[in-house]
């Protein structure tokens, strides 16, 4: 252990601790490939409990928003061996662990004319990549599972697979309604691809680097000893993290961008000719997708473990980073059950009309806030000033133009 752990408070510590006792229990030669082992069984069983409990939350958050009860009876099962039987339901906890059992008891069903490799390597491609974008986050402060030099590039290379193994779903299951499906989900995905990278850009040209580790611990800083210094605190900051925001739903498919699987215009899209296991499988790498993206959020924008004050920091870091990422999944929880869906028009000019000028025009704002860093006193109000003019003006005659031109759409009936 080194000099630097060992002084950490002992929760802070735990985890590497525990980890190291195991490894030592194991035989030297053997000692490097269960450091490894425990790593990824660590990040793999963490964030698939991470999702069991995500789908209750997020249906018990949208039963309460819709007004009616979410899941509340998955309960104890009976077990003939046990002399009592426990009544309580859990509030409806155990329900993704009934999911999954239905979903893995469920026949699977493969079209006769399907390719049926790819048809097979799709959900299973899909999953893989999405647990790959974990091995980047840093959850706490001695708590990566790879520590890269260029992280961000491997997040979003590991992250842009996704889109490959969409294609295959749509072109293996030989339905033309699942192609056409994944080339809308295809042309939607790259249309938001350029908004979310070009949303970081600004980050990397601050910090000069493209290491998590190293942007979480540029933000470990606070002005009189309360005011932290997070990214999303800046002008600039908090224009690319909304535009962060807005990219994240529509990468992962959530509502209002919910168009690839929209079940009243497109049966399930390109998910039409799946069922059972490899169905679950894509539900379930929508839900990484989502946690991975949120993860990345709060590291570059929201301090990452880093605490919002130096007197909270007795709290260990992983609980910070786990409590800022439950947020924003709560807050597309709350999007989804608020937004309506938009229509692929829509979606498309938003994109390539508002937010991609909008992160361009952010970039350069981002490079005059770190030219400026020098300044202090007045000038540092002015350069303020000049930070919010260089977005609210864009944004005031961007959004103006969005919508010129298109008037309300006008729908008529077969009478």
Known sequence: MSAVLASEPFLE??????????????????????????????????????????????????????????????GVPKFSILPFH?????????????????ALTKEDIVPAAADKLLHFL???????????????????????????????????????????????????????????????????????????I???????????????????????????????HWFVFTPWGFAGFIIFLISTLAETNRSPFDLPEAESELVAGHLTEYSGFKYALFFMAEYFSLTALSGLGVTLFLGGWQAPAPFLEFIPSYLWFIGKLVGML???????????????????????QFLVPLALLNVGNAAFWSLTAHWSGPLNLVRWAISLALLVTPFLLLGRTLSAGYAPRTYRYAS
């Open 198 to 228: 070009l949303s970081v850009v600004p980050i990397v040209l601050v910090t000069g680097t493209l290491s998590t580790v190293a942007i979480v611990q540029s933000q470990g800083v606070w002005s009189f000893g309360l005011l932290p």
């Open 86 to 102: 426990l009544r309580h339901k859990l509030f409806g906890l155990s329900q993704p662990f009934a999911d999954a059992i239905k």
């Open 330 to 352: 709560v807050f597309f929880i709350w999007i989804r059950g608020t937004l309506l869906r938009l229509r692929i028009d829509q979606l498309t000019r938003l994109s390539w």
């Open 13 to 74: 510590r735990a985890p590497i601790e525990l980890r190291d006792a195991i490894v030592q229990l194991l035989p030297a030669p053997a000692q490097w490939l269960g450091h490894h082992l425990i790593t990824i069984l660590a990040v793999v069983l963490g964030f698939s409990l991470f999702f069991a409990f995500t789908t209750v939350a997020e249906r018990k958050l949208l039963g309460r928003l819709q007004n009616r009860l979410g899941p509340n009876r998955a």
């Open 122 to 196: 799709a959900p299973v491609v899909v999953v893989a990549f999405s647990l790959m974008t974990f091995a980047v986050l840093p959850v706490g402060r001695h708590l990566i599972p790879v520590e890269l030099d260029a992280a961000l590039l491997y997040f979003f290379a590991a992250g842009c697979a996704s889109e490959l193994a969409l294609f295959m779903a749509g072109w293996s299951s030989r339905n033309k309604y699942s192609l056409l499906a994944a080339m809308r989900a295809l042309a939607q995905l790259i249309s938001y691809e350029l908004p979310l």
